[in-house]
């Protein structure tokens, strides 16, 4: 059983990693603007990554967008931005690396199989096992998927404090490259985490299930795991979490004080004018002011949603 990190005591190294599937909207600045203060609290670098692999969900002008959102709201970045879009070659050496290694392995079965074969898990259907020693005779692989070599992990969660998970129950093998070529979120997070260097990943809590499978992808790569930190999503009037999918209108560059004013409220970190707020630079530097008496941690919320007013999506 793994309880912690090797990357304890190394200089912070954040990352902020959008989607350009949209422009950005109030929960995705709710999580930037905690991503940025934990690093910048912390003295350390925070870069910017444009998760762009899975095309088919980029939408043409979502990049410009979304920098163009982060800098209205200085939220800047060190070094220049980096895309997945640029870093197949990266993925497949990291591919063949588990392969060679037997820690990965080639998968014939379809989504049909799956929930015919496997047995109910939290995330979905568990993995059966089918072609861990081999896909069937006559059933090329489609996909590739990393072996749930480790079953639990244990975790410090910097935000949430020790989280527990079962690997198996949340659906043992996992995908690492998909039946349409396209490499897999877990896979390309853990090896662009490791090209940047970085040490600490801030996230929303509904990647929590996520933290798991890349632990074993950075333990098959004989590579030290970051620290973790998941915080509360934003929840719309639906009940459902402030994303693109639920209809999160982009933010306005035209309301960034106010916008950003809101965003500090929900994090505990009220500007002392709410009513009219400085400009976003000035907020942000009154509100690392204030993270040298308490902490990040101790101001968020405990819950794992923070409800938005309507107004506010």
């Not at 896979?187 to 996230?203: E, F, M, P, S, Y």
Request: hydrophobic share 40%; net charge neutral; charged share 20%.
């Amino acid at each position: 059983m793994t309880t912690a990190s090797s990357n304890q005591g190394a200089p912070y190294v954040g990352r902020f990693a959008p989607t350009p599937s949209g422009p950005l909207h109030a929960g995705s600045l709710f999580a930037a603007v905690i991503s940025w203060l934990d690093a910048r609290s912390h003295h350390g670098r925070w870069h910017l990554r444009i998760d762009d692999i899975d095309t088919p969900r980029v939408q043409t002008g979502a990049e410009s967008a979304i920098l163009s959102a982060l800098e209205a709201f200085a939220l800047d970045w060190d070094g220049p931005p980096t895309r997945q879009s640029n870093r197949t070659p990266t993925y497949q050496a990291a591919l063949e690396h588990l392969l060679a290694r037997d820690l990965a392995f080639g998968c014939a079965c379809t989504r049909r199989d799956l929930a015919h074969n496997g047995k109910p898990g939290w995330e979905g259907p568990i993995y059966p096992g089918t072609c861990r020693q081999g896909p069937p005779a006559g059933h090329p692989p489609r996909a590739f998927r990393a072996r749930a070599a480790q079953s639990h992990w244990d975790v410090e969660d910097r935000f949430l404090g020790p989280v527990a998970f079962d690997l198996e129950a949340l659906g043992s093998d996992f995908v690492i490259r998909r039946a349409d070529g396209l490499f897999a979120y877990q896979l390309a997070t853990v090896v662009d985490d490791l090209g940047l260097g970085v040490t600490d990943v801030v996230r929303g809590v509904d990647l929590l299930g996520s933290t798991p499978r890349q632990m074993q992808l950075y333990q098959s790569l004989t590579t030290p795991w970051p620290r973790y930190a998941h915080h509360p999503v934003l929840i719309g009037a639906g009940g459902q979490k402030l994303s693109k999918a639920t209809g999160a209108a982009a933010l306005r560059e035209d309301t960034t004080r106010a916008q950003l004013a809101s965003v500090l409220t929900w994090i505990g970190l009220t500007p002392s004018d709410h009513d009219h707020p400085d400009r976003p630079a000035t907020q942000l530097a009154e509100a690392l002011d204030r993270l040298t008496e308490r902490p990040l941690a101790t101001r968020l919320p405990l819950a794992t949603g923070v409800p938005v007013p309507n107004h506010a999506g």
